[in-house]
């Protein structure tokens, strides 16, 4: 389906949204800490504390053969979205950067800023582009690596960097604060994009299975579907439901099933991925 243009606005708006709490984190709370939590920004934050160049303008000047490398892999409209992202991005690094919170607990300010990184590029991510940097690493990575997670990614190749770090400062205490905020990123950069993965799956064998498949349809609005089952000793036929659902949803599931059937079978297991209507996007796992 084409995109409208209240589409593009909403998504352009997004984009800075995302790009601002991006920057915050790392203006705010990681550069004048001297943490430098991986990929080109961390890059940026450790030649910026060699040379004074605002780490803005290096972020920028590192990001465009990175660009150009991506534009020819995704096309014109990840470039649009990416080019857009990274000039504002690099912009508001160095706007924000005389922004101080008064903050002098490392560890602190490593958590929020990895926290606020993760957010704004997931935002981002969500909207089609990139930060720029070790983004469009990790996009050629899940092409091939279609499995792996995005933060999972991004804490693979961002470690090194933060090794590096610790010689560039001199400092081993300001690489291990920056590797918390690396991990954490990685952990909330899943949450932003997939989602908290909280949800059930259930397998129901019961003599009374339409009556529990019909109260689960009309009271819970939950998908059901039967599979055709035969006992191994006794030989009957049974009518197995398979469902998945809301975690928060579960206990109601088990009440009915107790309340049409005491005497069911139920295995109940703990699902980490749903795809498919009411649950996530199949498209997201291609950001």
């Known amino acids: ?12 708006i997004a984009i800075i949204a995302g790009c601002l709490i991006y920057a915050a984190g790392i203006a705010i709370f990681l550069d004048p800490n001297d943490l430098a939590p991986g990929g080109v920004t961390g890059i940026a934050i450790m030649i910026s504390y060699a040379t004074s160049i605002p780490t803005g303008t290096l972020v920028l000047i590192i990001n465009i053969p990175l660009l150009i490398i991506g534009a020819k892999r995704f096309g014109k409209s990840f470039l649009m979205y990416t080019v857009v992202s990274t000039v504002l991005s690099s912009f508001m690094i160095n706007w924000l950067s005389a922004v101080r919170v008064g903050i002098e607990d ?39 690596y279609r499995h792996l997670r995005t933060g999972t990614l991004f804490a693979i190749t961002d470690t090194v960097i933060v090794a590096i770090s610790a010689i560039v400062f001199g400092n081993i205490e300001n690489a291990l604060y920056a590797g918390i905020a690396l991990v954490i990123s990685s952990m909330v950069m899943d949450l932003v994009l997939y989602g908290p993965d909280e949800a059930k799956s259930l397998f129901i064998i019961s003599d009374r299975a339409k009556q529990v498949a019909d109260r689960i349809l009309s009271e819970l609005d939950i998908g059901v579907t039967y599979l055709q089952g035969k006992g191994a000793y006794s030989g009957a036929e049974k009518q197995v439901l398979l469902c998945a659902m809301r975690k928060a949803l579960f206990p109601k599931v088990r009440q009915i099933v107790q309340q049409e059937d005491p005497d069911a079978f139920m295995i109940v297991s703990s699902a980490t991925e749903i795809f498919g209507e009411g649950f996530k996007d199949h498209f997201t796992e291609e950001i």
């Open 106 to 144: 490392k560890l602190l300010c490593g958590i929020v800023g990895g926290v606020l990184m993760a957010i704004g590029m997931g935002i981002v991510f969500k909207c089609g582009g990139t930060t720029g940097g070790s983004d469009i690493l990790v996009k050629l990575l899940r092409l091939k």
């Open 1 to 12: 389906m084409k995109a409208t243009a209240k589409d593009i606005l909403l998504r352009y």
